[in-house]
Nanobody, 124 residues
Framework: VQLQASGGGLVQPGGSLRLSCAVS????????MAWFRQSPGKEREFVAT????????YYGGSAKGRFTISRDNYKNTVYLQMGSLKPEDTAVYYC??????????????????WGQGTQVTVSS
């Protein structure tokens, strides 16, 4: 199973960005999916998760009200729409897949497959 994250870049504070994560080689429609992020010197932080059907989502405190996770099971892709971006959102963003597709989890150890990460930099 391979996860390919894309869509990162440089954006000004207050701006928006949409990340994508394309999954290949597995049964995407059965996976719970998540986004995490990590800044230099910090632990990996949970951002958002979505269950296999897209009917259940859950967000970390920093993402609530500003980010939206969604998925397209026909395109084998999960998205993270980010808005009202702040400099503290600067990080490498990783997508992850839980092949058991159970209740969405905030813990990195629950996820079996990881993408390579995409850099998001929020700066003026």
């Amino acid at each position: 199973v391979q996860l390919q994250a894309s869509g990162g870049g440089l954006v000004q504070p207050g701006g928006s960005l949409r990340l994508s994560c394309a999954v290949s080689g597995g049964t995407f429609s059965s996976y719970a999916m998540a986004w995490f992020r990590q800044s230099p010197g910090k632990e990996r932080e949970f951002v958002a998760t979505i269950n296999w059907s897209g009917s259940t989502t859950y967000y970390g405190g920093s993402a609530k009200g500003r980010f939206t996770i969604s998925r397209d099971n026909y395109k084998n892709t999960v998205y993270l729409q980010m808005g009202s971006l702040k400099p503290e959102d600067t990080a490498v963003y990783y997508c992850a897949a839980d092949r058991l597709g159970g209740a969405p989890s905030t813990r990195p150890t629950e996820y079996d497959y990881w993408g390579q990460g995409t850099q998001v930099t929020v700066s003026s």
